[in-house]
T-cell receptor, first 114, second 115 residues
Framework: AQTVTQSQPEMSVQEAETVTLSCTYD???????LFWYKQPPSRQMILVIR??????QNATENRFSVNFQKAAKSFSLKISDSQLGDAAMYFC???????????FGAGTILRVKS | DTGVSQNPRHKITKRGQNVTFRCDPI?????LYWYRQTLGQGPEFLTY????????KSRLLSDRFSAERPKGSFSTLEIQRTEQGDSAMYLC?????????????FGPGTRLTVL
């Protein structure tokens, strides 16, 4: 079974600074998708960024970018110019190649200090 | 609002009672997923539907749980004879699967508390 590990239960960042959240996963498949989801307190989960495993280029979405290392099975999220609104729980998730269920990590709480 | 909606948002019940949750997916989304999230953890897959067909159920889904998606639109998740261990956030997500693309959009969840 696929597993997703987020080794940082909690991270803090100063407003306007950069922070990196770590994620590793385990799979024997060669074709798959990876995601980062954001879950603000008492609010619904929203998709931050996605990465297709067959693409070597790292995905970027405005201030959010990933460092995808397929051989190392590592998928970290970098948030640049952190804002107070970035404070949330962040989940790394893996999707099987033909799109069934998402397998989530335990999450990382991100706190942004003003 | 054209997002995924879930009702009720909160449900408090006594142990042994039955509860039913509803999820309305984004229109035209052909897949609907149910996940369960306990405090401080990531969501765990329960089951999913492709249109009206239930295609996979997790081993987490005991016999007390049943889900339906009549006519391939909204879905219901029923828990019979609730137990305190059922207390959790129940999340619904929907997606429009095209080829191998499957981006899931989540609803706000139903928080269940079993006393």
């Amino acid at each position: 079974a696929q597993t997703v590990t987020q080794s940082q239960p909690e991270m803090s960042v100063q407003e306007a600074e950069t922070v990196t959240l770590s994620c590793t996963y385990d799979t024997s498949e060669s074709d798959y998708y990876l995601f980062w989801y954001k879950q603000p307190p008492s609010r619904q989960m929203i998709l931050v960024i996605r990465q297709e495993a067959y693409k070597q280029q790292n995905a970027t979405e405005n201030r959010f970018s990933v460092n995808f290392q397929k051989a190392a099975k590592s998928f970290s999220l970098k948030i640049s110019d952190s804002q107070l609104g970035d404070a949330a729980m962040y989940f790394c998730a893996y999707l099987e190649g033909y799109g069934n269920k998402l397998v989530f990590g335990a999450g990382t709480i991100l706190r942004v200090k003003s | 609002d054209t997002g995924v909606s879930q009702n009720p948002r909160h449900k408090i019940t006594k142990r042994g009672q039955n509860v039913t949750f509803r999820c309305d997916p984004i229109s035209e989304h052909n897949r609907l997923y149910w996940y369960r999230q306990t405090l401080g953890q990531g969501p765990e897959f329960l089951t999913y539907f492709q249109n009206e067909a239930q295609l996979e159920k997790s081993r987490l889904l005991s016999d007390r749980f049943s889900a339906e998606r009549p006519k391939g639109s909204f879905s219901t998740l029923e828990i019979q004879r609730t137990e305190q261990g059922d207390s959790a956030m129940y999340l619904c997500a929907s997606s429009l699967v095209i080829g191998d693309r499957n981006e899931q959009f989540f609803g706000p969840g139903t928080r269940l508390t079993v006393l």
